[in-house]
T-cell receptor, first 115, second 114 residues
Framework: GAVVSQHPSWVICKSGTSVKIECRSLDFQATTMFWYRQFPKKSLMLMATSNEGSKATYEQGVEKDKFLINHASLTLSTLTVTSAHPEDSSFYIC???????????FGSGTQLSVL | GQQLNQSPQSMFIQEGEDVSMNCTSSSIFNTWLWYKQEPGEGPVLLIALYKAGELTSNGRLTAQFGITRKDSFLNISASIPSDVGIYFCAGQRHLYNQGGKLIFGQGTELSVKP
């Protein structure tokens, strides 16, 4: 099956710094990528939908200036958590869909801890 | 954001027992999906359902897409210790320019006692 690579798998940073998370589709072109946030033992909450070459669509309540999403190519989307604070600590997961949105594949997630 | 209502929230069962969990929604979905997630990993797709009334099996797992398109259930037969994890249902709507975004249920945490 298709593979979505997410990097890094975990990151610890100081409060006030920015962190970039990458999501790559390794063997297919992903016209659409999704970013989710998950708290321990909780559901995945969709943060934003990104289409290659256009601005991301953010879900209600998600700060677009806080969580910058770039989908510059058909195989790469990045999520940058700007000026991170402890409350941003969470598990972030990306997913990518194939052309025609027939199938959706998830990355392995990034655990962010902000000190 | 919108969520599906998934129940039960957690289950503690004996190895060999059957398990059933379900999801309901107030709105219609085109596709229902069931995922399993283990600690520190992303969700892994178990079963995808595309038509109302569809009943699909994957080994010991069976899932159905409700006739109303507003619900789905997942059954696991003869559970084994490696079934432990959190199971999520997800509904998908195929919207223009949104690539069929998923709405997730709250999850069912399954514990299996050997």
């Amino acid at each position: 099956g298709a593979v979505v690579s997410q990097h890094p798998s975990w990151v610890i940073c100081k409060s006030g710094t920015s962190v970039k998370i990458e999501c790559r589709s390794l063997d297919f072109q992903a016209t659409t990528m999704f970013w989710y946030r998950q708290f321990p033992k909780k559901s995945l909450m969709l943060m934003a939908t990104s289409n290659e070459g256009s601005k991301a669509t953010y879900e209600q309540g998600v700060e677009k200036d806080k969580f910058l999403i770039n989908h510059a190519s058909l195989t790469l989307s990045t999520l940058t958590v700007t000026s991170a604070h402890p409350e941003d600590s969470s598990f972030y997961i990306c997913s990518a869909s194939t052309q025609g949105n027939e199938k959706l594949f998830f990355g392995s997630g990034t655990q962010l801890s902000v000190l | 954001g919108q969520q599906l209502n998934q129940s039960p929230q957690s289950m503690f069962i004996q190895e060999g027992e059957d398990v059933s969990m379900n999801c309901t929604s107030s709105s219609i979905f085109n596709t229902w999906l069931w995922y399993k997630q283990e600690p520190g990993e992303g969700p892994v797709l178990l079963i995808a359902l595309y038509k109302a009334g569809e009943l699909t099996s994957n080994g010991r797992l069976t899932a159905q897409f409700g006739i109303t398109r507003k619900d789905s259930f997942l059954n696991i037969s003869a559970s084994i210790p490696s079934d432990v994890g959190i199971y999520f249902c997800a509904g998908q709507r195929h919207l223009y320019n949104q690539g069929g975004k998923l709405i997730f249920g709250q999850g069912t945490e399954l514990s299996v006692k050997p």
